[in-house]
């Protein structure tokens, strides 16, 4: 912890909630963590991840607005970015899903490290990138 801060979580606006928890559960093996339905404020938080806060894992915030199903992503927006040990069967896994691999695996413009993109079903990018395991863990 750098400061007294922590990244606690990073929130995406959905379409369809039960959508996108599939896909971020069954294509990035993400658990839900937590949900909680405001119905006064007419939305919906979904809280996944690999692990919750309280371990100190960042976790991923999906919003569901009632009524809204569709956003405009805006030119800000860059993408998530996930490490997995094997890019292959991680992108494989995501088009098995239905995802969508944007950019499949290989080797970034100038570099090694190797990388492919995908869109979760409401066209937000993750960025996989491969880490291998090794003796000390996960390669930094």
Same mark, same amino acid.
């Given at each position: ?7 606690l979580?990073?929130?995406?606006r959905?379409?369809?909630l ?12 993400m658990?839900?963590?937590?949900r909680?339905?405001?119905?006064? *404020?007419?939305? /919906? ?9 309280? %371990?100190?894992? =960042?976790?991923l @915030? ?20 996930l ?15 239905? *995802?969508k691999? /944007?950019r499949?695996p ?5 570099g090694? %490290?190797?990388? =492919?993109?995908? @869109?979760d ?19 930094p």
């Amino acid at each position: 912890m750098s400061q007294g801060f922590s990244l606690l979580h990073t929130m995406l606006r959905v379409g369809d909630l039960d959508r996108s928890v599939e896909f971020y559960t069954q294509a990035l093996g993400m658990r839900e963590l937590r949900r909680r339905d405001v119905p006064d *404020g007419k939305y /919906t938080l979904a809280f996944l991840g690999y692990g919750d806060n309280s %371990t100190g894992a =960042a976790e991923l @915030e999906l919003t569901y607005n009632y009524g809204v199903d569709h956003y405009d992503l805006g030119g800000a927006y860059g993408h998530i970015a996930l490490g997995v040990p094997d890019i292959h069967a991680a992108a494989e896994k995501v088009r098995a899903a239905g *995802g969508k691999v /944007t950019r499949e695996p290989g080797p970034v413009k100038f570099g090694t %490290t190797v990388i =492919a993109f995908v @869109e979760d079903p409401d066209g937000y990018k993750i960025e996989l990138i491969e880490r291998k395991p090794n003796a000390g863990g996960v390669q930094p």
